[in-house]
């Protein structure tokens, strides 16, 4: 059966439902270190009753020796400091989890704006570094105000009339081609993350065609 896993990061934990619909319906969950103090907090009232995450793992800078030596069946430590948090709990799912059909990431961004922008901008390196679509693995990035994903080549995708898009990617040299934006994409030079922000679906299926194979990032408001 495909399995739905859901990473908790250490920024604001969701207050609205859809975040917390994801983590009550996922098949396992992932907290990245000190995020497990938030995911306690909040369990209860996600659940009916405190419950426990599937795994902690990260570096283990951010928790307490009593609650380190509290919950030691649920850490898996890893001390390198090449990949974040986020990444390794990334790595450790791919890596361990059979039949994955979706990754949920939340808790991602917020109260600090360099790790909001170094997690978002994760969702394009592991889009490029894992064959995900090979691999039949969406990975999703959701707060209470948006829902980001990183996109590698042309697409479409059934979002419904009137909702908020921002297309952004580091590729200068990219031109999109748009079927169902209000604001056309065709002539956009993409030379800062800002060129196609703000945009609006005028249909409920919208149709991105790129001149290579390129990664981008797709932000749904």
């Known amino acids: 059966m495909p399995r739905q896993v859901v990473i908790i990061g250490d920024g604001t934990f969701p207050e609205t439902e859809y975040p917390r619909y994801l983590i009550r319906t996922a098949d396992f969950i992932i907290c990245c270190d000190g995020a497990l103090k938030k995911f306690l907090r909040h369990s209860k009232a996600i659940f009916g009753e405190q419950r426990l995450p599937d795994l902690v793992t990260?570096?283990?800078?951010s928790l307490s020796e009593s609650m380190k030596k509290r919950y030691k069946d649920l850490i898996?430590?890893?001390?390198?400091?090449?990949?974040?948090?986020?990444?390794?709990?990334?790595?450790?799912?791919?890596?361990?989890?059979?039949?994955?059909?979706?990754?949920?990431?939340?808790?991602?961004?917020?109260?600090?704006?360099?790790?909001?922008?170094?997690?978002?901008?994760?969702?394009?390196?592991?889009?490029?570094?894992?064959?995900?679509?090979g691999m039949g693995i969406t990975v999703e990035m959701v707060s209470d105000h948006s829902t980001i994903f990183a996109v590698t080549?042309?697409?479409?995708?059934?979002?419904?009339t009137g909702r908020k898009i921002s297309i952004m990617?580091?590729?200068?040299?990219?031109?999109?081609?748009?079927?169902?934006?209000?604001?056309?994409?065709?002539?956009?030079?993409?030379?800062?993350?800002?060129?196609?922000?703000?945009?609006?679906?005028?249909?409920?299926?919208?149709?991105?065609?790129?001149?290579?194979?390129?990664?981008?990032l797709i932000i749904l408001n």
């Open 58 to 61: 990260g570096d283990m800078d």
């Open 76 to 133: 898996v430590k890893v001390d390198e400091q090449e990949h974040n948090d986020q990444t390794k709990a990334f790595r450790w799912a791919i890596g361990n989890i059979e039949d994955i059909s979706v990754i949920h990431i939340l808790g991602a961004t917020g109260e600090r704006e360099d790790h909001t922008i170094g997690n978002i901008s994760l969702l394009m390196e592991y889009a490029k570094t894992y064959d995900l679509e």
């Open 153 to 160: 080549d042309s697409f479409e995708m059934d979002c419904g």
């Open 169 to 216: 990617t580091p590729d200068n040299s990219l031109r999109i081609k748009s079927e169902g934006l209000e604001w056309p994409l065709d002539e956009v030079v993409f030379d800062n993350w800002w060129k196609a922000t703000l945009n609006r679906a005028t249909q409920d299926t919208v149709r991105l065609t790129f001149s290579h194979r390129s990664t981008a």
